[in-house]
């Protein structure tokens, strides 16, 4: 297991948060930010430099793009994502607010690998491996097929799916990542994961959990390893007010480090 964190913050708001996850070492699977809700207009250079420091450690730093459950147009997404890549060079995008239902995983598609081909072009590695129809991948999954256990191409970087619920199980086959749980604890506390959930490898799915009590950790930490997540953030903040609860890193930060750290491997 280890922590996915949309750390939103700018780094003249959140210094130590931004070096904490720069620190040698720290379980990161990924960090992800934004400037205003998108790289901005113009490059920052403070977030140029603190990004910078995290990828030195090998962990890999997304973007964020807003996707608006859907409504964001196909042109606006690229011309940020473009930004992010030519003034951060970013790792992968973090797509937040991803559409859930199966009318929208088409386009979802279209936009998934036009990203990767653009984290390609990067990386100068111009590989266009042939997906297999979306569904045609998901009947298999559900029959336990090859699908079942198959990664989407990650040759593009990495691509995760910030839908905050569980979305239409063909979802699984377009992105590295699917964000299927994002709320606060007392809706976590009695969440459950559906059944086809467990054709797919834990690290497929991120699990991200506000207002948690220090008191809780170790019980958080044991529901998303039962429910097959192998990615999480927990904070003790809150969204209380309108506050963003991702704005900065929880208070027991270093000892949900060392808590994690002993945790047994989610069960697939």
Same mark, same amino acid.
């Given at each position: 297991?280890?922590?996915?964190?949309?750390?939103?913050?700018?780094?003249?708001?959140?210094?130590?948060?931004?070096?904490?996850?720069?620190?040698?070492?720290?379980?990161?699977?990924?960090?992800?930010?934004?400037?205003?809700?998108?790289?901005?207009?113009?490059?920052?250079?403070? @977030?140029?430099?603190?990004?910078?420091?995290?990828?030195?450690?090998?962990?890999?730093?997304?973007?964020?793009?807003?996707?608006?459950?859907?409504?964001?147009?196909?042109?606006?997404?690229?011309? $940020?994502?473009?930004?992010?890549?030519?003034?951060?060079?970013?790792?992968?995008?973090?797509?937040?607010?991803?559409?859930?239902?199966?009318?929208?995983? &088409?386009?979802?598609?279209?936009?998934?690998? =036009?990203?990767?081909?653009?984290?390609?072009?990067?990386?100068?590695?111009?590989? $266009?491996?042939?997906? =297999?129809? $979306?569904?045609?991948? =998901?009947?298999?999954?559900?029959?336990?097929? &090859?699908?079942?256990?198959?990664?989407?191409?990650?040759?593009?970087?990495?691509?995760?799916?910030?839908?905050?619920?569980?979305?239409?199980?063909?979802?699984?086959?377009? &992105?590295?990542?699917?964000?299927?749980?994002?709320?606060?604890?007392?809706?976590?506390?009695?969440?459950?994961?559906?059944?086809? =959930?467990?054709? @797919?490898?834990?690290?497929?799915?991120?699990?991200?959990?506000?207002?948690?009590?220090?008191?809780?950790?170790?019980?958080?930490?044991?529901?998303?390893?039962?429910?097959?997540?192998?990615?999480?953030?927990?904070?003790?903040?809150?969204?209380?007010?309108?506050?963003?609860?991702?704005?900065?890193?929880?208070?027991?930060?270093?000892?949900?480090?060392?808590?994690?750290?002993?945790?047994?491997?989610?069960? &697939?």
């Amino acid at each position: 297991m280890g922590f996915g964190v949309p750390a939103f913050a700018h780094p003249l708001v959140a210094p130590t948060e931004w070096a904490e996850l720069a620190r040698p070492g720290a379980p990161l699977h990924w960090a992800a930010f934004d400037v205003a809700r998108g790289p901005g207009t113009r490059p920052d250079p403070l @977030y140029g430099e603190v990004v910078g420091r995290v990828r030195e450690n090998g962990v890999p730093v997304l973007g964020l793009l807003d996707c608006r459950n859907g409504a964001r147009a196909f042109g606006d997404l690229l011309a $940020d994502a473009s930004h992010y890549l030519d003034w951060y060079r970013v790792d992968g995008f973090y797509l937040d607010r991803a559409p859930t239902g199966r009318a929208d995983a &088409a386009e979802c598609r279209r936009v998934v690998t =036009t990203l990767r081909a653009l984290l390609r072009s990067e990386t100068g590695d111009t590989d $266009d491996t042939e997906h =297999t129809d $979306d569904t045609e991948r =998901t009947e298999d999954s559900r029959k336990g097929g &090859a699908a079942a256990s198959r990664v989407p191409e990650s040759g593009g970087g990495q691509i995760v799916l910030g839908h905050g619920e569980h979305p239409w199980p063909g979802y699984a086959e377009l &992105a590295d990542q699917l964000v299927t749980f994002r709320g606060p604890w007392t809706s976590y506390r009695w969440s459950e994961a559906p059944e086809w =959930t467990a054709a @797919y490898p834990p690290e497929r799915f991120v699990h991200l959990v506000h207002g948690l009590p220090r008191s809780h950790l170790d019980t958080a930490l044991r529901i998303a390893r039962w429910q097959g997540a192998s990615t999480v953030c927990l904070t003790d903040r809150t969204d209380r007010d309108g506050a963003d609860p991702w704005a900065g890193l929880a208070g027991y930060w270093h000892e949900s480090v060392r808590m994690l750290r002993r945790q047994p491997s989610p069960s &697939a």
